[in-house]
């Protein structure tokens, strides 16, 4: 699937340090006359996409995993979660957030 015109105000965003284990949320905002979405994917389980028809935001609950064992000393991780818009027209736009999990 070719990524399209994005029907978003931004498609990538940054949403500083979070808790491992602690649910965060992550919105990304329409921009007005979105088509008519047809489903939503996520890059991985911890993240958790909805779309909001009332608000038009796609709304992203995020739990990030544990700090893995050879990063402990380190005392964090950088990760980027990806979120794959398909419309009904068959355009896609992908949504990007990254984090440093503490």
């Not at 890059?43 to 050879?70: A, F, R, V």
């Amino acid at each position: 699937m070719e990524v399209t015109k994005t029907w978003f105000t931004y498609d990538f965003k940054d949403v500083g340090e979070v808790i491992a284990g602690k649910q965060v949320l992550v919105k990304f905002y329409a921009k007005e006359g979105i088509p008519k979405i047809k489903s939503l994917a996520a890059s991985c389980g911890c993240s958790k996409p909805t779309y909001d028809k009332k608000s038009e935001e796609i709304k992203i609950l995020y739990k990030p995993n544990p700090i893995p064992t050879h990063l402990l000393s380190q005392g964090y991780y950088t990760t980027k979660k990806t979120v794959t818009v398909v419309f009904e027209s068959g355009e896609v736009n992908k949504l990007v957030f990254k984090s440093k999990v503490v």
